[in-house]
């Protein structure tokens, strides 16, 4: 039997708790916190659950099927967010909705969405309901749109400042921490046009791809309640896929886009570096340039992606309030026709074998590619061991210095997933100035390697697995080498939904398998066909990098060769 703390060898995870400190100075701030929150859930948008959400996960209750097959909202109510964020878009450009009954919709199924899934840190109703009144007023004195998302319901990620909110990131030695003005994303977006109401859930250290934390633990998959939303944009995957946003904002340092998108069942997009401003929050990335994190959108069908890049890059301008981001424009590039494509995808990259679900959704996605006429060639795994050890080592060289400065001052109790990533490279020895260089210089060299290699074999986008298995169960994401090795490398990359779901009947080990190491049987060993019912089966698109408009339009084909549609519930 392996078990997870034998992987803790790294870190002594001495210098983090303080527990009578915590319960005494810390506690009553949090329970206060968590009181708000309650109150925030108003009765005209909530709904009565058959059972405490506790309980239906256990269940692995349906979240996404109940909404439906219990009306939950009004038919009117279900076509306003069942729409596409364009054509809700259009929709009140044109006059024939008003930003106020939109909102409203998209407050109602946000509120259930957080009854459900516990993916909201935030809830503001009642400021979201102000906007979109004074966007109509705006509406009906000048007969135009304040911009091209004026009345648009967006969810973001808590960890992104707010002015005048409380923004912890996830920590709760920041519980008191009150941003003085927007991050530029935020800003850029309310200039465009956006309604906020929700800021969404994520873990302890923002370095996990399932969620907990101290604040209100870890956010639920929507089509099967026992699993987690995934992390650390835990609550964007969940309020996306069940449709209590039009847009959501995360970010990714290691998969925290694309991860919580793939188990949630919604769609998101890790754009490469500086095209989406990142500045203006709290994590414990600032300052580490090595392998940086982004931030990046999420929705329901890859041309909503297209459109809130299009919209937030050429008509935001990111770089103008924020001297990172690059005045890149979003370039308008054709959906590729399929016979012009080549594809490689990747079966297993050689740290550890996908589950068979996984296994089953690249299958499945290869046929339906060939027959459509795509250039299909299968992807040997190229140096991801490597890879994967050396983004590790990036990730914590600075010994969790700023970890620790983060996580000390309340003595907050450490999440399981938390003590797993500070063990992550070498844990809590210091990197020195000449040891970081040399790793970035071998990170340079591996993004020549790829780059060669597509280039080489006339490859247009690469497919992989997002992860090993579907939503996994609570604290039990260890490796996530299939994610981190596109941070290192800084592609662009898509998560998109297959349209298949996880079936205990086809998705067993035939055969299981022999483990190559023991993180391989860590996390086969978990696997149990019954326990993951109706989890979505998702796949990553990666393309070159700044080549990120390429990457989404290969987005658009494929998902149109798969036929999904997720804004028509299965």
């Known amino acids: 039997m392996v078990s997870y703390t034998q992987f803790l060898t ?96 998209f407050a109602k199924r946000a509120t259930i969405a957080h009854q459900l899934t516990n993916c909201a840190l935030e809830l503001f109703t009642e400021e979201g309901l102000k906007r979109a009144e004074y966007l109509d007023d705006y509406y009906k004195k000048n007969g135009k749109t304040v911009g091209p998302l ?12 707010y002015k005048g909110k409380i923004t912890h990131g996830g920590y709760v030695s920041h519980i008191t921490n009150i941003a003085e003005k927007h ?47 995934g992390g650390s944009s835990s609550g964007e995957g969940a309020i996306t896929a069940f449709g209590g946003s039009a847009i959501g904002i995360g970010s990714d340092i290691g998969g925290s886009v694309r991860g919580p998108a793939a188990f949630s069942g919604s769609v998101g997009l890790r754009p490469t570096t500086n095209r989406f401003s990142k500045a203006g929050g709290v994590s414990s990335a600032g300052g580490q340039e090595s392998v940086p994190a982004v931030q990046g959108p999420m929705g329901r069908s890859v041309n909503d992606i297209d459109m809130i890049m299009d919209a937030y890059i050429n008509q935001g301008k990111p770089w103008v309030l924020d001297c990172i981001s690059m005045p890149i424009p979003w370039r308008k590039v054709e959906k590729p026709k399929p016979q012009s494509l080549t594809v490689a995808i990747e079966y297993d990259d050689g740290i550890v074998h996908p589950t068979p679900p996984i296994t089953r959704g690249l299958k499945h996605l290869a046929e339906k590619l060939k027959a459509a006429g795509v250039k299909v060639v299968e992807h040997k795994a190229l140096k991801t061991q490597f890879a994967y050890e050396l983004v590790n080592k990036m990730y914590s060289a600075d010994g969790n210095y700023k970890q620790r400065a983060l996580l000390a001052p309340s003595g907050e109790p450490l999440c399981k997933l938390t003590k ?19 790793m970035s210089i071998d990170r340079d060299k591996l993004r020549q390697e790829y780059t060669d290699y597509l280039n080489e074999n006339g490859i247009d986008v690469l497919i992989s697995p997002v992860f090993v298995n579907v939503a996994p169960k609570p604290e039990t994401a260890y490796c996530w080498s299939y994610t981190t090795l596109f941070n290192l490398l800084d592609f662009p990359s898509l998560t998109i939904q297959t349209g298949l779901y996880q079936d205990p009947k086809l998705d067993k080990w035939d055969p299981k398998p022999a483990p190559r190491s023991d993180l391989e049987k860590l996390e086969h060993d978990q696997y149990d066909p019954e326990q993951f019912k109706n989890a979505p089966i998702a796949v990553q698109i990666t393309g070159r990098r700044y080549f990120d408009e390429e990457v989404v339009a290969a987005g658009k084909t494929i998902e149109d060769i798969l036929g999904v549609d997720l804004l028509k519930h299965h």
């Open 183 to 229: 991050a530029p994303t935020v800003q850029v977006l309310e200039n465009l046009g956006a309604v906020f109401y929700v800021r969404t859930n994520q873990p302890q250290t923002l370095m996990h791809l399932c969620g907990n934390n101290n604040f209100i633990g870890w956010s639920r998959c929507p089509y099967n309640l026992s699993l987690t939303a």
């Open 420 to 438: 797993w990533s500070l063990n992550y490279g070498d844990g809590a020895r210091e990197f020195g100035v000449a040891e970081n260089r040399q």
């Open 10 to 105: 790294k870190d002594p995870l001495d210098s983090y708790e303080d527990l009578d400190k915590y319960n005494r100075e810390y506690l009553p701030k949090v329970e206060k916190y968590r009181a708000d929150l309650k109150d925030a859930i108003k009765p005209e948008y909530s709904t009565e659950l058959p059972k405490a959400a506790e309980a239906l996960a256990e269940e692995q209750f349906d979240a996404m099927k109940y909404l439906y097959d219990k009306k939950l909202l009004s038919e009117k109510e279900f076509e306003i967010t069942d729409s596409s964020a364009t054509r809700i878009l259009s929709q009140i450009a044109k006059g024939a909705w008003t930003s106020v009954e939109v909102f409203k919709a």
């Open 150 to 161: 004026h009345g648009l319901p967006v969810s973001l990620k808590e960890q992104m400042n």
